[in-house]
Antibody
Framework: QVQLVQSGADVKKPGASVKVSCKAS????????IHWVRQAPGQGLEWMGL????????TYSQKLQGRVTMTSDTSASTVYMELSSLTSEDTAVYHC??????????????????WGQGTMVTVSS | EIVLTQSPGTLSLSPGEGATLSCRAS???????LAWYQQKPGQAPRLLIH???SRATGIPDRFSGSGSGTDFTLTISRLEPEDSAVYYC?????????FGQGTKVDIK
């Protein structure tokens, strides 16, 4: 079945970087944009950016620009999200999510129908 | 950036009743690119509605969406205990994509 499986929970010290993976299966990996969304404990959802797995072009939220990098490995059907210069405010569950429609139709503007299970990242000294 | 404001913050209802959730945008949402998600504790969000009124695959017809421009509504009819969750609206027509702060629905 179509699914996104993320890497496991991680604990980092302030100032460090974290890299979360999101492995796709059950569909043609290069056909759909992948977005990243995070959720701090007890808080709402925050969009971080998106990546086109074909070619790896990414667009980031202005808030995180300069600290976030999204990459794609087509041979492994996996996208990665790396966040640097971590602070306690980056403590959150990080989700990858796939758009409903193929990239050639959506152009990156679509709702998200398939979500990864989430990866808890804790930033603590 | 389009700010989405959801109301009410919390709804406490009984099984069988109906619920009306509101999502108001600070500016017009392009081409009704508005979605609704349901999130239960410890789970990823689940897509309910996209394009303001199209139900996602497998979503029962008790869930319906309406609206355009800056005012959108999610209606849940004949509430069931498993509908207890937080519901988020999201606009995906412009960058950054943004979410509302959520409406918590308690079914007692």
């Amino acid at each position: 079945q179509v699914q996104l499986v993320q890497s496991g929970a991680d604990v980092k010290k302030p100032g460090a970087s974290v890299k979360v993976s999101c492995k796709a299966s059950g569909y043609t990996f290069t056909s759909y944009y992948i977005h990243w969304v995070r959720q701090a404990p007890g808080q709402g959802l925050e969009w971080m950016g998106l990546i086109n797995p074909t070619g790896g072009r990414a667009t980031y939220s202005q808030k995180l620009q300069g600290r976030v990098t999204m990459t794609s490995d087509t041979s492994a059907s996996t996208v990665y999200m790396e966040l640097s210069s971590l602070t306690s405010e980056d403590t959150a569950v990080y989700h990858c999510a796939r758009e409903i429609t193929v990239a050639s139709f959506s152009s990156g503007y679509d709702a998200f129908d398939i979500w990864g299970q989430g990866t808890m990242v804790t930033v603590s000294s | 950036e389009i700010v989405l404001t959801q109301s009410p913050g919390t709804l406490s209802l009984s099984p069988g009743e109906g619920a009306t959730l509101s999502c108001r945008a600070s500016q017009s949402v392009s081409t009704s690119y508005l979605a609704w998600y349901q999130q239960k504790p410890g789970q990823a969000p689940r897509l309910l509605i996209h394009g303001a009124s199209s139900r996602a695959t497998g979503i029962p017809d008790r869930f319906s969406g309406s609206g355009s421009g800056t005012d959108f509504t999610l209606t849940i009819s004949r509430l069931e205990p498993e509908d207890s969750a937080v519901y988020y609206c999201q606009q995906y027509g412009s960058s950054p994509r943004t979410f509302g702060q959520g409406t918590k629905v308690d079914i007692k």
